[in-house]
Nanobody, 114 residues
Framework: QVQLVESRGGLVQPGGSLRLSCAAS????????MGWYRQAPGKEREWVAS???????NYPDSVKGRFTISRDNAKNTVYLQMNSLKPEDTAVYYCYLGSGRMYWGQGTQVTVSS
């Protein structure tokens, strides 16, 4: 089985920055993509970033120019660098690994507030 362990989130002021990490371990035979979703209170889960096995990245308009996804293949780790954070970015952030099925991290709380 695959395990995804996310770093701790945190409380950040509007305009601040935070970096999340997600370390993968286990029997991974092939990876289609890795990325991040988030879920705010009372809202449906929203996709926020992806990176394919070839290194291509994608983002929705809501985070373009502010968030950057990257990976460290040697550490089997994917990162989400979040800059210029807004209160509407407040959510639980979940990393995922897409292979033959979807694997999910445990989720980490990011709160953007004054």
């Amino acid at each position: 089985q695959v395990q995804l362990v996310e770093s701790r989130g945190g409380l950040v002021q509007p305009g601040g920055s935070l970096r999340l990490s997600c370390a993968a371990s286990g029997s991974i035979f092939s990876i289609i993509a890795m990325g991040w979703y988030r879920q705010a209170p009372g809202k449906e889960r929203e996709w926020v970033a992806s990176i394919t096995s070839s290194g291509s990245t994608n983002y929705p308009d809501s985070v373009k120019g502010r968030f950057t996804i990257s990976r460290d293949n040697a550490k089997n780790t994917v990162y989400l660098q979040m800059n210029s954070l807004k209160p509407e970015d407040t959510a639980v952030y979940y990393c995922y690994l897409g292979s033959g099925r979807m694997y999910w991290g445990q989720g980490t709380q990011v709160t953007v507030s004054s």
